[in-house]
């Protein structure tokens, strides 16, 4: 089975530019989630969809981080513009149903974003 | 949410003895709990979980203790491997949410 596939792997920018993130779940998961993870820390959610639906984007800085995931299946994940506290990898996860208490989340790889 | 910049708290321990990893949860209402493995370069992979209504569950060479009077939750690795290298998280789970809110790591090394 195919984990969760995100694009590019890496990303440097200039502050104040734009920059997307790609993230495609397994196969079937219904439930997506973007997690910002800065050097040291766990991740933060930053968003979740059930299908092409928003669950929670309580901590989704909306002034310059929007997210979609249009057919329900692969999702972007987009900064305008970027600041200097952005540099994080961006993780996204997916699971096949809602509930989180079934362990069914698994991560991609990441994506390493680097501010300048 | 936590935050421990680049001072990541650090186990080193000997190839082959036990580690034991701790992590303070947050809210007295979560009720189910994750420990992830996160290698460099890598996304969080799962190691083992456990329910509020038990107090310890053991897998192959770990084991997760629950201690829910002092919201403390560990993970005992057992004949630690070169190959534990890692940072370890543990992410709860309160239930009628959709969301695990994830603790401090604690980077573990193994010193052969």
């Known amino acids: 089975e195919a984990g969760v596939a995100q694009s590019p792997r890496y990303k440097i920018i200039e502050k104040r530019q734009s920059v997307a993130f790609w993230c495609n779940p397994i196969?079937?998961?219904?439930?997506l989630y973007w997690y910002q993870q800065i050097l040291g820390q766990g991740p933060k959610l930053l968003i979740q969809f059930q299908n092409n639906g928003v669950v929670d984007d309580s901590q989704l800085p909306k002034d310059r981080f929007s997210a979609e995931r249009l057919k329900g299946v692969d999702s972007t994940l987009k900064i305008q513009p970027a600041k200097l506290e952005d540099s994080a990898v961006y993780l996204c996860?997916?699971?096949?149903?809602?509930?989180?208490?079934?362990?069914?989340?698994?991560f991609g790889p990441g994506t390493r974003l680097t501010v300048l | 949410g936590e935050s421990v910049g680049l001072h990541l708290p650090t186990l080193s321990v000997q190839e082959g003895d036990n580690s034991i990893i701790n992590c303070a949860y947050s809210?007295?209402?979560?009720?189910?709990f994750i420990w992830y493995k996160q290698e460099s370069g890598k996304g969080p992979q799962f190691i083992i979980d456990i329910r509020s209504n038990m107090d310890k569950r053991q897998g192959q060479r770990v084991t997760v203790l629950l201690n829910k009077t002092v919201k403390h939750l560990s993970l005992q690795i057992a004949a630690t491997q070169p190959g534990d290298s890692a940072v370890y998280f543990c992410?709860?789970?309160?239930?009628?949410?959709?969301?695990?809110?994830f603790g401090t790591g604690t980077r573990l090394k193994v010193l052969a």
């Open positions: 196969s079937g998961h219904a439930t």
């Open positions: 996860a997916s699971s096949p149903r809602l509930d989180p208490s079934y362990n069914e989340q698994f």
């Open positions: 992410a709860e789970n309160r239930e009628g949410t959709y969301k695990y809110i």
């Open positions: 809210n007295s209402a979560s009720d189910y």
